[in-house]
């Protein structure tokens, strides 16, 4: 039950980012012989220009969860925070010497183009992932406020906040950059499992204070409409697909959002009494 529930909570996590940003950058598991059998490298991964991350997830069934006392709940984070960095490493570490070997992996994107084509887009992890982050996905049925420890190569949130990160940045390589931006500042921008809008905020402030660009004010009203959405991705389809036909992703050029994060607020945090958005400037 409890790795069945695990299996859901992945897809959902790499659908998550595939919906709310562009699903050609996230990408399906690839597989890799081992002794002992066929095993994963990672629950998914982000693969945007030159950069890319290696999704790890971690879900606790309802059932279960639900049993804990505080303190397991706690402790089960904790524990699996730091098994999932590990895993993580060992990831990177698996495709990295797939690299050395001449025989580096393939994946999937998640929804690929077809195009003109009948067959999957594949694409070559050969560029080098030594410095991509690790990003852990917590899900708890108790969502415990826990503090966790200070990692430099793994950023953790729990599946409530990655899906309201997602849904307002909108954009794999803004949620790259994000990512980035925590793992730099450190301890500075620590915050308990569960909070991720007040550092979102606190890095979105400072940005602003740095910059003499004029911030544009974040608008959320093409998340409810349906149309526009279906517009954007056919006129995506039409002009990236020359370029995403590429196999082998460390050569392929990919266009790059220049947005700040400054543009990006939580709307969760701005709601209005009637469920409106309130447009808020940093």
Same mark, same amino acid.
């Given at each position: ?10 897809? +959902? ?7 709310? !940003? ?10 890799? /012989?081992?002794?002992? !059998? ?21 879900? +606790? ?7 804990? /006392?505080?303190?397991? /709940? ?14 993580? @490493?060992? /990831? ?81 390589? %803004? ?10 500042? !450190? ?33 959320? %009203? ?10 954007? @991705? ?17 050569? +392929? ?21 009637? !469920? ?7």
């Amino acid at each position: 039950m409890e790795n069945t529930y695990g299996l859901t909570v992945e897809a +959902r996590v790499r659908d998550i980012a595939a919906a709310l !940003g562009i699903p050609e950058f996230v990408y399906r598991v690839p597989l890799v /012989s081992k002794a002992s !059998g066929v095993r994963e490298v990672g629950d998914g991964l982000l693969l945007c220009g030159g950069g890319g991350a290696v999704l790890q997830v971690k879900a +606790r069934s309802r059932r279960a969860g639900l049993r804990d /006392s505080e303190e397991d /709940s706690r402790n089960w984070v904790l524990k699996h925070v730091a098994r999932a960095a590990r895993q993580g @490493r060992g /990831s990177k570490r698996t495709i990295s010497l797939s690299q050395a070997n001449h025989k580096p992996l393939i994946a999937i994107p998640a929804r690929p183009l077809l195009l003109e084509e009948t067959t999957p887009l594949q694409v070559h992890l050969d560029a080098d992932c030594t410095g991509w982050p690790i990003i852990v996905v917590i899900d708890h049925p108790k969502n415990p406020t826990v503090t966790l420890p200070c990692y430099d190569d793994a950023f953790c949130i729990s599946l409530n906040d990655w899906q309201e990160l997602n849904r307002h940045l909108r954009s794999i390589h %803004a949620l790259l950059r994000y990512i980035r931006h925590v793992l730099e500042s !450190g301890m500075n921008v620590g915050v308990p499992l569960g909070c991720e809008f007040h550092r979102f905020e606190s890095l979105a402030t400072y940005e602003a204070s740095q910059t003499k660009d004029v911030i544009t004010e974040t608008s959320f %009203a093409a998340a409810f409409d349906p149309g526009a959405i279906a517009v954007y @991705r056919q006129l995506l389809e039409k002009t990236w697909g020359p370029m995403i036909r590429c196999r082998s992703f460390g050569s +392929r050029t990919i266009a790059r959002c220049s947005t700040t994060l400054t543009t990006f607020l939580w709307q969760f945090r701005h709601m209005s009494d009637d !469920g409106s958005s309130t447009v808020m400037s940093c």
